[in-house]
């Protein structure tokens, strides 16, 4: 960790990888300091927060994340997954990308609708307790999605615990309506909406502002601790 005034932001870019700069711009005007990591960077990731973001890495070849998740910099993100150096977010790709390494349960498929959809969505916070949604009094966040693949599928019943984000209108079938969910150690989010395009009022919409403006009040109130 670092001091709560100069918090850290790994974003990793894979050859496709589109929201990148996306994920750099909604960092930055949060308050992190941020680097590129590029996907064949294989030493230690030491980031306050590690963002997967979305795209179409290796041009969703095979399935969407399949080529990526053997990328040399998941072997990094898995080892700082492992010695909780910190979060991990992964939004859209970044998501697919996360349950295909089988750091999150499940997979996402083709939408039912076989189209890919793209438009503004409203989600449910049911889980307030990460993280990634804390002491944030808004229930419902509206947020875009752009996917093909978006269909969130288990064939293991969840724990609510794991569930934190819900569409209210599900846009592709997902399983239980499953638009973002949270590992077992609180410290992995993989959601299919986009925060980081509803950062701005440029944008005309900042709801994505409540997920990282939570990442940095855990953050800040976890280094105070540690210090």
């Known amino acids: 960790m670092k001091n709560v005034n100069s918090l850290t932001a790994g974003i990793i870019v894979f050859p496709g990888s589109n929201c990148d700069r996306d994920a750099n711009f909604a960092l930055t005007i949060n308050g992190f300091d941020t680097k590129y990591i590029w996907h064949d960077f294989n030493q230690l990731l030491d980031f306050d927060l590690v963002f997967i973001p979305g795209g179409f890495s290796y041009g969703d070849y095979l399935r ?46 083709v939408n039912t609708s076989h189209r890919f959809i ?33 269909r969130y599928i288990n064939d293991n019943k969840l724990d609510p615990k794991n569930i934190v984000l819900k569409y209210k209108e599900n846009p ?46 855990y953050l800040s109130s976890a280094e105070s601790i540690n210090n």
């Open 172 to 217: 592709n079938g997902s399983f239980d309506d499953v638009a973002g969910i949270i590992n077992e150690e609180y410290n992995v989010f993989g959601l299919m909406p986009h925060p980081e395009r509803a950062c701005h009022s440029v944008l005309g919409n900042e709801d994505g502002n409540y997920i990282f403006q939570s990442i940095r009040r």
């Open 118 to 150: 793209c438009k503004d969505v409203e989600v449910e916070v049911v889980n307030y307790d990460t993280p990634f949604i804390n002491d944030v009094q808004k229930k419902i966040l509206t947020l875009p999605i752009a996917h093909k693949e978006g």
């Open 64 to 109: 969407v994340g399949a080529l990526a998740r053997f990328s040399p910099v998941m072997s990094s993100v898995e080892k700082y997954i492992l010695n909780k150096r910190g979060l991990v977010l992964g939004v859209c790709n970044g998501f697919q990308i996360l349950t295909e390494a089988g750091i999150l349960p499940g997979a996402l498929t």
